[in-house]
C-alpha cells in the first residue's frame, strides 16, 4: 500500500498530503502492519 501510495504521489505529482484510509466492516486488527493505516471507516461510521 505504501508503494501504491509513492506511485499515486510521483505520477500525478501532488503536494497534497495522502492519508491511507481503510473501509471496513468490522474494523483493523492490530499487527505490527496496522500502523500504516491513518484512517479507518467502520459500518458504524456509516450509519450514525
Known sequence: ???KLRIFTEETK???SLLLTL???FGLKQNKHSDIV???I???DLFV
Open 1 to 3: 500500500m505504501l508503494e
Open 14 to 16: 501532488t503536494s497534497k
Open 23 to 25: 473501509i471496513t466492516s
Open 38 to 40: 491513518q484512517k479507518q
Open 42 to 44: 467502520t459500518m458504524d
